[in-house]
């Protein structure tokens, strides 16, 4: 089987089409208004990862192996941000529903890369936490700077060519039978479903990439904080323990709110009907990027003391100046 062409050899016209169209959502009134919503969560989430972006930079103390995790979450919620929800307010705010065919693979390569480097990316945050609950005297030899910047260059690569290579294989679909996608962007379940020759590797794919950027970093992180609560177990008080559990405390919101709306979604893929998958899907791909940066704000000890000294020390200069 030629991956890439299979529609050779078989009595099969390859029909590439000039363009998708995105149908969103079907039979509910008044969408403008969850658009607008969308817009004002991607501005917060702008924001809100721009600052602690800028932050890190800014802060030498911050230069550790758990800010670089930090720094790069926050780029990839700002990229995936960007990458999604302004697209998905030309399309449907501004009734631009129909996408060219290369926009299309290129809108669903940086979609899926963003959404699958957060769930590694709070893997290597998974991996900081372990280390200093697990080996306290031991983390700064076993987490260091370059094996963080290793770790995460790892992901990097590991998503990029993935996404290639699903983007790929979609490239070799003959869309005969529609081209309209019943999703909220260029969806790739929904995009090789459409094709009329053989989509047995994009579906094989379809289902690979999940298991490993979705339910094997889930899993790891489950795993990791049982480790975690067996050693915390042994802690001989519980106000230590209490103080260990809450440098875990970030990284468990972030992890709750990026993979229980995907739990529920997967769960109940059969059962629930087209608007509310894409209603649950999209907050999924913008409801934590603008949350992220909120919870380490609010819960990381680090970032609010940064954050005063950065403030007093721009105060002081507007002072000087005066």
């Known amino acids: ?28 009134p008044n969408m403008k208004y969850y658009y607008v919503f969308l817009f004002l969560v991607f501005i917060v989430s702008v ?20 800010y670089v995790a930090v720094f790069n979450l926050a780029f990839v919620d700002l990229l995936g941000s960007t990458a999604l929800v302004p697209k998905v307010i030309d399309i449907f705010l501004f009734n631009h529903y129909s996408l060219m065919y290369n926009d299309c693979l290129t809108f669903f390569f940086f979609c899926y890369s ?21 080996f306290p005297l031991h983390y700064h ?36 039978k529609s081209i309209v996608i019943n999703s909220y962007f260029c969806d790739h379940g929904q995009m090789y ?7 047995f590797p994009n579906y094989v794919l379809g289902h690979i ?5 979705l339910w094997l970093p889930l ?14 177990a042994k802690v001989a008080t519980s106000e230590e323990r209490m103080k260990a559990f809450k440098t875990c405390t970030a990284h468990l919101s972030l992890v709750a709110i990026y993979y229980i709306p995907v ?3 997967f769960t109940m893929y059969a059962s629930i009907n087209q608007n509310a998958r894409i209603i649950n899907l999209s907050l999924t791909s913008v409801v934590p990027p603008m949350l992220n940066p909120i919870i380490y704000v609010l819960q990381t000890q680090e970032i609010k003391l940064s954050i005063k000294k950065i403030i007093k020390i721009k105060r002081q200069s507007k002072i000087t100046v005066k």
């Open 209 to 213: 990439l999940p298991c490993l950027v």
């Open 1 to 28: 089987m030629d991956l890439f062409n299979s529609a050779f050899g078989k009595n099969i016209t390859f029909i590439r089409p000039a363009y998708f169209i995105i149908s969103g959502f079907i039979g509910l």
């Open 141 to 176: 030899v076993k987490v260091t700077s370059k094996i963080m910047f290793s770790l995460i260059l790892f992901f990097w690569t590991f998503v990029l060519i993935s996404n290639l290579v699903a983007t790929g294989l979609l490239t070799r679909l003959s869309f005969c």
């Open 263 to 265: 739990l529920i979604t």
């Open 47 to 66: 924001l809100g990862n721009m600052t602690v972006m800028a932050v890190i930079y800014l802060d030498h103390n911050l230069r550790t192996p758990k």
């Open 219 to 232: 899993a790891i992180i489950l795993s990791s904080y049982v480790c975690i609560g067996y050693a915390l």
């Open 114 to 134: 963003c959404l699958s480097m957060q769930s590694l990316n709070l893997v290597a945050l998974c991996y900081d936490r372990l280390m200093a609950i697990m």
């Open 193 to 199: 479903r459409l094709a009329c020759n053989d989509n």
